[in-house]
T-cell receptor, first 114, second 114 residues
């Protein structure tokens, strides 16, 4: 069966420090992968998506970057965190269900920038 | 994507059916209705989707009105673990091209009472 992993589960980082969040999927090959952020009290915001190794598309200009060094690995990074980067970061991948691709989410990483 | 309107919160007694409404009066002919839910501190979970016929799976039933301007998600026998925020989305199905990020609004906070 397919599964998606994210780590760490929680993270507290000072302003100006670097960030690296990792997402890996198992049980599939060449998935579409996504990074989302959910700020406190707000909806889900798509940050990046990737359709293959080395292929990254950014949806929102910001302080973050993403990379896909392997087929089933998706990394979210920042060189210098801002207070506004705090939030719940979710990795997702898309799976064919019935009549379309559906997105399945990982457990998330809760980031607090202090 | 068309806009949806959901009540901010609802209560339901454990063991009873939970009926969650969603209005989508500007839905286009090629847009489907999707439902996701998010349990506190977890990633969103896909529930069900449909175009115009009623749909049922192991989690829920989806009833779409004949004019497709509204729909209802039904959890037939709600349990305490169904307490979550439920999101109704209307969108063109993801064809796997990778650019189809999800956009969630505020959703309905469903609280199952013991």
């Amino acid at each position: 069966s397919q599964t998606i992993h994210q780590w760490p589960a929680t993270l507290v980082q000072p302003v100006g420090s670097p960030l690296s969040l990792e997402c890996t999927v198992e049980g599939t090959s060449n998935p579409n992968l996504y990074w989302y952020r959910q700020a406190a009290g707000r909806g889900l915001q798509l940050l990046f998506y990737s359709v293959g190794i080395g292929q990254i598309s950014s949806e929102v200009p910001q302080n973050l970057s993403a990379s896909r060094p392997q087929d089933r690995q998706f990394i979210l990074s920042s060189k210098k965190l801002l207070l506004s980067d705090s939030g719940f970061y979710l990795c997702a991948w898309s799976v064919w269900v019935g009549s379309s691709y559906e997105q399945y989410f990982g457990p998330g990483t809760r980031l607090t920038v202090t | 994507d068309a806009k949806t309107t959901q009540p901010p919160s609802m209560d339901c007694a454990e063991g009873r059916a939970a009926n969650l409404p969603c209005n989508h009066s500007t839905i286009s002919g090629n847009e489907y209705v999707y439902w996701y839910r998010q349990i506190h501190s977890q990633g969103p979970q896909y529930i069900i989707h449909g175009l115009k016929n009623n749909e049922t799976n192991e989690m829920a039933s989806l009833i779409i009105t004949e004019d497709r301007k509204s729909s209802t998600l039904i959890l037939p026998h709600a349990t305490l673990r169904d307490t979550a925020v439920y999101y109704c989305i209307v969108r063109v199905p993801d064809s796997g091209g990778g650019a189809d990020g999800l956009t969630f609004g505020k959703g309905t906070h469903l609280i199952i009472q013991p």
